[in-house]
């Protein structure tokens, strides 16, 4: 009789229970990124016009006024910009055309190439993984990309440090005419053993694309993931990237897309390959300049959650000088005298502040990403022509910044006065 009237009460005691299951697992689980993008954008975006919450350095009316006078430049075809002052974007805008004569306007959520801004994407998600414990850095990179073979056998020494700082002690560019001839990248890499090299690994600096690539490798290695999708669900998504992909199919599939443009004055319309997507850690990702003011804010510390201080510490921390950056960047030696690489990240003294960036060049596209970590103020830029017209910018912004007299970088009052740098970066590969 007892159990009999006790058994209503159990009864009712486990549906309870598992209703107090049910709504703690719903509520207290970690928020997914799906309700993290119902939630609204994780950073404001000001299109069109600085944001006017206070007051900063940087003259938003000249800046307009020099990038209008920019663009008046027959090579120049389309170009989006983003300025980011005390951790807030203060500007963001688009300027010219899709595609030369085409009258479709570059927006701020127009998708270009980032060309090799790719390797600090690459970088950022291999530290994330080692800062997880499910790799160690100093590992040699051949315990996880099995395609990787260097001269004497040093792929047994190589470190992933040495990969991501371009350490291997190979030329620069090694395989990169064979890459752009459609040859598979993991042959190549393993090819690289057929190669001389030009120190000992770890102690020098030669840009790679083909041996840096092994990144991507790295982390399908221990995630078990494509490469393109552990970005997309570990950085993108959840940093509110929502254009940026990886991939020529994704490029050629955005609403807008900027179409590359080569040959100097009066650019001309050039084909998108794969090239340079098939090595997706040195040159892979597309993206909106809003995607990149958010993937610059990220490197500032503004997403925590995503990047930590100590992963951030790790890939902009200097590993190797590079005085042949220096050099490349002769003409702006008043301002950056010295210049080193991280991991995926170039580091710079800039008028004595540290400035962390990078450049990126495939054939009709160009990139930029400037910024102070400290002041939390930089500026990105992306543009669809070869042509390095635009490469003053990033001093012009950066001088504004730090209230330092003014120049003109871009060259637009004072032409012939300083020479033009070389339509083609050296450091950024054969056509990379």
Known sequence: ??????????????????????????????????????AGPRFEMPVGAPSASTPGA????????RIRRLMNDPAMVGLAIAVVEDGQIRFVKGYGETGA???????????????????????DMVALLAGEQRLSLFEPAARYANS??????????????????HRTGLFAHAQDAKLEDGEDPRLLRAALSSLHDICTPGTCHAYQ??????????????TGTPYPAVVRERLFQPLGMSRASIGRAELLAAPSWARGHAGGKNSQPVEVTDSYYRVPAAGGVNGSI??????????MGAAP????REVLAEVQSPRVNTPGETRRRRLFTERTPTSAYGLGWRVFDYAGHRVVGHHGGVRGYRSMILFDPARRSGIVALWNSSTNAPAGLEYEVMDMVYRLPSRD???IDTPGQMAAPAERPDNEGGSA
């Open 101 to 123: 004569g085409n009258g479709d306007p570059v927006t701020t959520s127009t998708v270009f190439r980032w060309a090799s801004l790719s390797k600090g994407v690459a970088a």
């Open 1 to 38: 009789m007892f159990l009999r009237r006790l058994l209503p009460v159990l009864v009712v005691a486990l549906v309870l229970a598992g209703a107090a299951w049910w709504a703690g697992a719903r509520y207290d689980a970690p928020v997914n990124v799906a309700s993290r993008a119902k």
């Open 58 to 65: 940087v003259d938003y009316t000249r800046l307009d006024e």
């Open 209 to 222: 694309n083909v041996a840096y690539d092994a990144a991507s490798e790295i982390v399908e290695r221990v």
């Open 305 to 308: 959650d995503v990047l930590s």
């Open 148 to 165: 990787l073979r260097l001269p004497g056998g040093s792929e047994a020494n190589v470190t992933i440090v040495d990969i991501l700082s």
């Open 409 to 411: 970088w871009l060259q």
């Open 290 to 299: 809003e995607d990149l003011a958010i993937w610059m804010l990220a490197q």
